[in-house]
Every structure is written in C-alpha cells, then in structure tokens.
C-alpha cells in the first residue's frame, strides 16, 4: 500500500493582496499526475485545507474539483481529510455526505463521550488501514480530559484524547494492518515559520511530546507546522509542510509531499518506507536586500539588476529597508526601480535596527507585533508592574486567560 501525506493547503490565502489560486491549482495539477504516476492508495490531508474558517466559495469549489478530477484519474483511491486550526468543523464536516460519494472520509471534530467518530477503518483491494484521523483539538474540545490539581493541562487532554482513539483502533486491528495516525499540532522541537504560523493556545503549552502517538502507530502523519520534518528523529513521525510558501520567511524551505510505502514481512511485520517528492515551485518569493539593510540608493540598484527572464510567472517581490532611512523619497525611488518589472509586489518592510546590547528582543517587522502570544503578554504585565514584579503568573490567571481565548476561537468558528 502506498500513501500520499499532505497538509497545509491554505485554499483561500491571499499573499500580500495577490490572488493564489493559480498557484493551487498548479499545485492540484502536479498532485493529479503524481497520483497517479506513484500509484498512491491512499490520500491523508493534515489539516488546514482553508486559509480562514470562511473561505471564499471558489477555494470550496476547488477542493471539490480537486478530488473529482483526482478520483477521475485514480478511480481507487481513498482519502482522508482532517480539519486543522485554520478550518471550520462545521464548514469540513457539512461536505461529508457528499464527499462519501468520492471515498473521501473527513473528520472535524473530536467528541470525547465517542473517541471511535475519529477512527477510519479502511478495507478495499488496494487500501487496508486503521486511521485515527485526529482533527485540531481545541481546549474546550478535550476540557474533560484536561483537568488536574492546578487546573487545565491542555496538553495531557491532548494525550488522553489520542490515547482513547489509539485504543479504539487497535481493539479490532488485524496484525498485519498497518496502523496511521493523524494530527494537527504542535510538537515539540519542531521548527516553526517565524510570521505565517501562530500559536494555537498560549505560552507553548500547546505543543506536545511524541510519545502521545501510540507506539504501535505504523505511520504519524502530521500537519501545522509549514516545514517539512521528522519529529523526535524518528523517520516515520513527520510533517509534510506546506506545498508553497506562505511567508517570506518560508522562501527557502524544500516544499513536499511524503510517499509513505507499507509492506508486510515474512514474520507478519508491517515495514515502512518513507521518501519525500519535492514540489515545484509555480511562484518564486524574493526579498530584498537578502541579507542585512542597505540605504536606499543601493536597495533600489538591486531591484534595477533583478534577473527576472528565468521565471515564467512573475515572481512576489518585497523589499526592505532600515527605520532609520531618512530619505522621505524612498517610495518614489523604489517605484521607480520597479518600472518595468514584471513582479507581484508586496511591499515595504521598514526594519528597526537591533541593539545588539539589548537583553529585551526588538521586532524586524512591525506586523509582527500581532505574533505575540497572550501569555508573553501578561507574564511581561506582571514583569513591569510595580506591585507585581518578580511575582509569576497564578496558574488560576492562566487557565482564565485560556480559557478566553477558547471561547473566542469558538465564537470565531
């Protein structure tokens, strides 16, 4: 059995006001041919499909087109489509019905009183795996999993929740099916893209250690965070990342797909191969200078020398330059090195010089400031405040504060 681990799709995104749906739809293309020439069984999505939890109807439309014409050209294929932080689960679970009619299975909720709803149970000629296809858990979604003498421990609900579902599905595995796991979290140590991806609880206490996955599990697909990689080393406990770039700051990384291949031993061992298939890459993503600030004038030659005759679609491009520039004609001069240049502009990033001799960390990008995680926020309001200096934050404060912020994500939804 071959398997296909995809995630972070973004449908829907808009890049710096510029349109990616054609970008997608390359994306979508290139997924058909490499279905097809891999011979993938089966589909696992990780999560985060929509850009926002109310995409516009043409990013729906496309999803939907996409697995028609996937199933079109690999008529056996399975696929299984888990809802991520980004996704509604009402908006993922309403398709279900029709979605069935393409052997396409999704999960956007987990419901504590039937960890078994998560569990796929596949057995056709080509596909014959048990799935826990485990949607982005809120806090509220696993409260009753969570609580401890200090409160709420979100991430101990998150264990139990997968250690439910785990049991659900080795209570009726055969030997030799492989077992496959699915999740849209944060794990621990993994690398995270420094603008595009946001904390999904508060303070870290959202991320999780491997050993949550069942030891048995053959395969751990996971989705969230944008760059590909192992987890805790292991070669079978990964995140596919993002097929494109979401932010300048994932200009550089190698965008992919895992082919996961399940075969059974002579002794009844299911063995698994993983190989990574990289993604090519529809638009390039340019940032200038690349390295340190440059003044103006010299900025503006770099944007004048700009090699741009190997793309074949124009490129986004973004510049910046020191919050110290006084030139007050530094938007004309920029415009002016970009007549002529056929790229999808992003802008002017003006970056605040680091004092190196600060403790305290400075913000690069002012619309970074928005990153700031609420827990940051209020350990720095006691760290400040007179009456409170020195002094940690209750662990009461904290869970109230989570708790806020759960509500107003489900009020989002």
Not at 87 to 115: C, E, W, Y
Not at 323 to 347: H, M, P, S, Y
Not at 351 to 375: A, G, H, T
Request: charged share 20%.
């Amino acid at each position: 059995m071959k398997v296909l681990h995809t995630s972070d799709w973004h449908l829907g995104q808009q890049f710096y006001e510029h349109h990616r749906a054609n970008e997608h739809q390359q994306f979508f293309n290139w997924l058909i041919d490499t279905l097809f020439s891999e011979k993938i069984d089966l589909l696992l999505v990780a999560g985060d499909i929509y850009h926002t939890a109310t995409p516009p109807a043409s990013s729906e439309n496309q999803l939907y087109q996409f697995i028609k014409d996937a199933k079109k050209r690999c008529p056996a294929l399975q696929i299984v489509i888990i809802a991520g932080n980004h996704d509604s689960a009402n908006r993922i679970m309403a398709a279900k019905p029709l979605l069935a009619q393409f052997d396409t299975h999704v999960v956007g909720r987990f419901d504590v009183s039937a960890p078994d709803d998560v569990v796929i149970r596949i057995n056709t000629d080509s596909v014959n795996a048990h799935i826990v296809a485990m949607p982005f858990l809120r806090a509220s979604d696993v409260t009753s999993l969570s609580n401890t003498d200090n409160g709420h421990d979100y991430a101990q609900g998150i264990a139990k929740a997968y250690q439910l579902s785990s049991e659900c599905a080795l209570k009726d595995k055969p030997m030799t099916t492989p077992l496959i796991i699915m999740g849209h979290l944060h794990a621990k140590g993994g690398d995270i893209s420094s603008d595009s991806e946001r904390n999904l609880i508060i303070g870290g206490e959202e991320s999780v250690t491997a050993q949550i996955f069942s030891s048995q599990a053959s395969y751990v697909a996971l989705g969230h965070l944008h760059k590909a990689q192992k987890v805790a080393k292991s070669d079978t406990i990964r995140y596919s990342g993002t097929p494109m770039p979401m932010s300048f700051s994932e200009r550089n990384y190698k965008h992919q797909v895992c082919v996961v291949e399940f075969t059974t031993n002579s002794s009844k061992h299911v063995e698994v191969t993983v190989n990574p298939l990289y993604i090519p890459r529809a638009t390039e993503v340019i940032l200038l200078p690349e390295g340190e600030c440059v003044p103006v004038e010299q900025l503006c030659e770099q944007i004048s020398n700009l090699d741009l005759s190997n793309y074949n679609q124009a490129p986004y491009l973004r510049v910046k330059l020191s919050a110290g520039d006084t030139d007050t004609t530094f938007r004309e001069q920029i415009e002016k090195a970009l007549e002529n240049k056929t790229v999808q502009f992003c802008g002017i990033e003006r970056v605040r010089q680091i004092n190196k001799q600060q403790n305290n960390p400075v913000f690069e990008d002012l619309s970074q400031v928005e990153m700031l995680n609420p827990q940051t926020l209020l350990e720095q309001a006691f760290a400040t405040n007179k009456d409170m200096a020195g002094q940690s934050v209750p662990i009461e404060l904290k869970t109230l504060l989570n708790d806020l912020l759960s509500e107003l994500a489900e009020q989002q939804q």
